[in-house]
């Protein structure tokens, strides 16, 4: 049990004070914004407000700003702030079908009702440092068509549905807990594990992703479809009787095919892993669905193989807020248990030390 340390509040003052200054740097440059930060940083945006499981872009620039950009402190910020509001309600399903897109691309097929649609991405860049941004130039504008509109997009993952060639995800309508509120207990339902993965540490769940494509796990997936793009938020409030929308978020939605199940009178089958985050964050909803389908493994029966099937292992440990308070704690005074362990040593020690003098004597003796 720890208790408060008493004294230091100086010392404590000034740490806070040297913070903020290390935070604004140089005076004789202009204070970033956090408007700035919103419209230039939306990528960092958009994982704060993931892993934060708060979704408002302000406040998660904010808490960049706030954390002097470091990321794992601003997500832990908005968190804490998020305890403070208040539940009036849930949403109602998103139908992410109905998405305005910004990016939509699948690795299953070339040619798709509604095409591909690169959108913003890294992906076809060279990697090459671009030292024109030192010179703060302004970037060309993108010319849009004003008449230019999308064709709908059917999911990928339903052309196969309707083959039959993917086993179909059942919706039993049965209620949905709340792991912000209800203590997660193992073994979890799956829509318990993708709220966890959804809070979980981008890094944490791309390394076990990448872990069952080497082999500590059996995954062979192909990139069904990735979107990104915004869509309208709704609520149903009892003394109304119908729905309201609330608004528009952008999210990011990964549906992975994985290998076939099949066998014992049923067909083969494809089965699936699907992610979503908030905001611009592909390559999270990307390892999300990886983590997703490599935790199935229980329900179609598959030998657990690797850490990433592991379900206790993987949503005891993906969450970085509590993973970062957890080593962080190791800083807390910790004299008291050092001083036995100190003194533990030392006896144990003392025989082999007195060993020789011991010796000695009897051989006089």
Not at 320 to 331: M, P, Q, R, T, Y
Request: proline fraction near 5%.
């Amino acid at each position: 049990m720890y208790v408060a340390v008493k004294g230091g509040e100086q010392a404590i003052d000034n740490a806070h004070r040297l913070l903020a200054k290390r935070r604004r740097g140089d005076t004789a440059l202009a204070e970033l914004s956090v408007a700035q930060i919103r419209q230039q940083l939306p990528m960092a945006v958009a994982r704060v407000m993931s892993e934060g499981s708060l979704y408002d872009e302000e406040l998660a620039a904010l808490a960049i700003k706030q954390s002097a950009g470091d990321l794992l402190e601003a997500i832990f910020l908005l968190r804490a702030y998020r305890t403070t509001l208040p539940r009036f309600g849930h949403s109602l399903p998103l139908e992410t079908a109905d998405m305005c897109l910004s990016r939509r691309i699948s690795a299953t097929f070339k040619d798709l009702p509604g095409g591909q649609l690169l959108g913003p991405t890294f992906d076809y860049t060279h990697r090459l440092m671009d030292f024109a941004l030192l010179a703060e130039g302004e970037q060309p504008q993108l010319d849009v068509d004003p008449d230019a509109c999308l064709e709908r997009c059917p999911r990928v993952l339903d052309l196969l549905g309707n083959e039959g060639l993917m086993t179909p995800e059942i919706d039993r309508s049965a209620p949905v807990a709340d792991i912000t509120r209800e203590p997660l207990e193992f073994p979890s339902s799956r829509a318990e594990r993708l709220q966890a993965l959804a809070r979980g540490d981008e890094g944490f769940l791309l390394a076990l992703g990448y872990s069952t494509q080497r082999g500590y796990g059996r995954n062979h997936p192909f990139a069904g479809e990735i979107r990104i793009g915004e869509l309208d938020v709704w609520i149903e409030p009892e003394e109304l009787g119908f729905p309201v929308c609330l608004g528009e978020i952008e999210v990011s939605e990964c549906e992975m095919v994985n290998q076939f199940v099949g066998g014992q009178g049923k067909e083969p089958q494809f089965t699936r892993g699907y992610g979503l985050a908030f905001g611009y964050a592909e390559r999270k909803a990307m390892a999300m669905a990886l983590v997703d389908r490599a935790l199935r493994a229980g329900e179609y029966a598959e030998e657990v193989q690797g850490p990433a099937q592991q379900e206790e292992f993987v949503l005891m440990h993906c969450d970085n807020v509590e993973a970062a308070g957890f080593v962080s704690h190791l800083k807390l005074p910790h004299y008291v248990d050092f001083q036995a362990e100190l003194e533990l040593i030392r006896k144990l020690r003392r025989p082999a030390a007195d060993a020789p003098q011991t010796a000695q004597k009897e051989a006089r003796a």
